[in-house]
Nanobody, 124 residues
Framework: VQLQASGGGLVQPGGSLRLSCAASGFTLDYHAIGWFRQAPGKEREGISAIRTSDGFAYYTDSVRGRFTISRDNAKDTVYLQMDSLKPEDTAVYYC??????????????????WGQGTQVTGSS
């Protein structure tokens, strides 16, 4: 089971990036893919998730209206389109898969499989 996160980089405020999370090796369906981020000195926080059964999307207030989560089932890939980036969006971004339906889609302990992080840095 592997999740591969990619697409991070250096971006100016107001810019955009698209992160990808490619899943492989799953023998059973996973119930959700979540995106998390961890800024230096801070705890990892959930910011967005997508329910695989119907594509329902979840967003925290900090990213709602700026970030869009989507999926390509044929490619087993989930995307996070990040627009209007702010310096405070600087963090390592992780994707994760939940093997059972989460109670709280933003809670790290609801997720069973994690990808490596990809760095997003907002420059001024």
């Amino acid at each position: 089971v592997q999740l591969q996160a990619s697409g991070g980089g250096l971006v100016q405020p107001g810019g955009s990036l698209r992160l990808s999370c490619a899943a492989s090796g799953f023998t059973l369906d996973y119930h959700a893919i979540g995106w998390f981020r961890q800024a230096p000195g801070k705890e990892r926080e959930g910011i967005s998730a997508i329910r695989t059964s119907d594509g329902f999307a979840y967003y925290t207030d900090s990213v709602r209206g700026r970030f869009t989560i989507s999926r390509d089932n044929a490619k087993d890939t989930v995307y996070l389109q990040m627009d209007s980036l702010k310096p405070e969006d600087t963090a390592v971004y992780y994707c994760a898969a939940a093997g059972t339906p989460p109670v709280n889609y933003y809670y790290t302990k609801e997720y069973d499989y994690w990808g490596q992080g990809t760095q997003v840095t907002g420059s001024s």
